[in-house]
């Protein structure tokens, strides 16, 4: 038995998250009927994110276990005629039988991208959150510096997130704004559910002067969902990548 590991690109607007679940399309489900095909046995990826309804990736990573004799690298052209044309596996590599894609120390890199426009762009609907009026990027900037490093991220996360600790590492959160595209990237440890977008939210919330650069300690302290901005729609959110940090070292 050998284990593949495959990155996946997908725009997810069609699917309802990676996870599967019965009678939705889903991005594993999609997968795991491309791979059964291809290999002839029945086969059930174990994803590295599990990604909401609506949001996409360039670099998600999921693995599964098979006795095809398939060349490893090779994975990646065959399942891609077998796939949807919204879900692409830009690479495909053998790791070890134990190997887990959540069971190991990772970097994860987000971009949440906005349109700051008067008026949308039909074009850009599928991969940006539209907002008209003007943003300070220098607040929000300013903002950003306060998320970096070790917090507790629970003003940060939805409601009903089950894990019990919510403390996470911000390494680098940017802001950065071309013609009329911002771009919020952000890489962390670990997210945890929705918060990503929620820390989009706020941070379009001191944009827009609703809430003060200095108020993020405050909503950090306060342990409290309402404390944070809002969520913002997941159609902006991309996974760029994960960096797995033993390989990284490498």
């Known amino acids: 038995m050998r284990r593949i590991r495959l990155r996946v690109a997908y725009d997810g607007t069609a699917y309802c998250g990676w996870q599967v679940q019965p009678e939705v399309p889903t991005i594993e489900g999609e997968l795991n009927q491309a791979i059964s095909r291809l290999t002839k046995e ?45 879900i692409v596996v830009v690479a495909s590599d053998e790791v070890a039988a134990d190997w887990h894609p959540r069971h190991c120390d990772t970097e994860k890199t987000y971009e949440y991208k906005i349109l700051n426009s008067k008026f949308p762009d039909p074009m850009r609907r599928r991969d940006t959150y539209h907002v008209s009026f003007d943003l300070d990027l220098e607040k929000m900037r300013e903002a950003a510096g306060y998320l970096k490093g ?101």
């Open 42 to 86: 029945e086969i059930i990826v174990i994803g590295a994110s599990r990604t909401d309804a609506g949001v996409h990736a360039k670099g998600n990573v999921a693995v599964f276990d098979t006795e095809s004799t398939i060349p490893a690298d090779r994975f990646a052209y065959a399942l891609n005629p077998l796939l949807p044309e919204d």
């Open 150 to 250: 070790e917090h507790d991220f629970k003003s940060f996360c939805n409601v009903h997130t089950q894990v019990e600790d919510t403390v996470r590492m911000i390494y680098d959160l940017e802001v950065e704004k071309e013609e009329e595209l911002i771009t919020i990237r952000v890489r962390g440890n670990g997210f945890l559910y929705n918060m990503v977008r929620i820390l989009a939210g706020t941070l379009i919330g001191v944009g827009r002067g609703a809430i003060a650069p200095e108020q993020i300690p405050a909503i950090l302290e306060a342990k409290d969902r309402q404390a944070a901005g809002m969520t913002v729609p997941p159609q902006g959110l991309t996974l760029v990548k994960i960096d797995y940090l033993d390989e990284k070292s490498k």
